[in-house]
């Protein structure tokens, strides 16, 4: 589970923040990894499919920009950029703390318009000369400064995206490529189950190994969720917050399993650690998620958090409709099979790695600290 605006440091070493500064909320869910978002049949993003391709309002996306989506958007990853940093706990920021969250929040009877946002982020990039250069570099359309606008800045962000995180590479793809030495025998042992007995392929298809479908699978359920404004209290119904269809209640899309040995915590708010735990969870949900323990969510501390954090999981009410929700089947699997399975899922991993082409700048234009 993501620590948004006010906390400190990068990855694994991420802290709540401290004194005024520190976190208000936890992001309710997982940061998603970024693997192959260049794929061209990917249809939506995000674990509720709030970002998808679609033409309900005449710009090709479905998003909460509605009709308001800026035009020459390169593809979908460019479309999600937009969003983060109009959002108060991932980017934004507090109400009072600066002009962006300021314009996206409530006035008076005005609703929220998350496109003045765009604007001033553009006129801050605009303000840095070496961004400017950078741009010009970059676009045949950008001469001066006020030809950058948010399209630009989305459409390089989803560029790096791209480039950065293609990832190929993997022994499994050697094996499909006609190399039958690249898996072991436990690796193959497990890719039929993974295609067979444990069903895994009736979701997790195609070459991303996902159906870009949603299904409820009942992980448990904790943090502040992404209550909708009629919910009686802090919990998360998936899908259902996006349509507000009943039938979608808790559901989830199909995480790609790609490099999935590299991205723990896994389920859509990392309740479980590790890719055995989660696994068990597919073959029996129901008793899974009865005996998980809130230390499995190893949470990065935030004491004044703490009330909230489990609230949900401890209500039997949402427990209940959450598990008479879900929509997979148990599967008898013996130690050695999830093993197996495993070891499957292991070799999905590209042999470069975490090792991405560009990595880390050590400073960037801005002169924001890279810590
Ligand atoms: C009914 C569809 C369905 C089936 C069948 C299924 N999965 Fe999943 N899987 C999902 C969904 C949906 C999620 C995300 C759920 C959430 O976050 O709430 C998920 C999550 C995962 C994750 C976590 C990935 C991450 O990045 O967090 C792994 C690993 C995984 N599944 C592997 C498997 C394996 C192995 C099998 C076969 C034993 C399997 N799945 C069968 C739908 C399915």
Redesign the pocket.
Known sequence: MGIGEGGQGIGLERTAGKDDDKIKKRIPR?AL?LWNLGFKDITTLL?DGRVTKSNIFGNGFNTPAQEALPKGLDNIVAVQALFPMTRQFEMAGNPGENEIIGLVSKVGKDSMRIDRVWPVITHRIRGIPEYVQLFKNAFDDVNSPLDINITHIVNSIAAFEIHEWKSFDSPFDEYLNGDKQALTLEQINGMNL?YGK???S???SGSLLSDQK??S?G?PQFGPGRTRPFDPYARDV?RMVETDNINDMYK????A?RN?SL?AP???NGAYPT?KS??KH??NPIKMNKNWKPEYANLPKAPWLEEIDFVTFSDKREQDRILSSI??QP?ELNDKEIDE?VSF?ESLTGRSGNQRPLGKPDKVPSGLSID
């Open positions: 997982n990894a674990h993974f444990a069903n895994c009736s979701c997790h949603f299904h699978i992980i998936g989830f899309k199909t995480p399993l999935v991205t896994y389920g859509h890719l989660i696994i597919h073959l929509d997979i599967i399975l899922l």
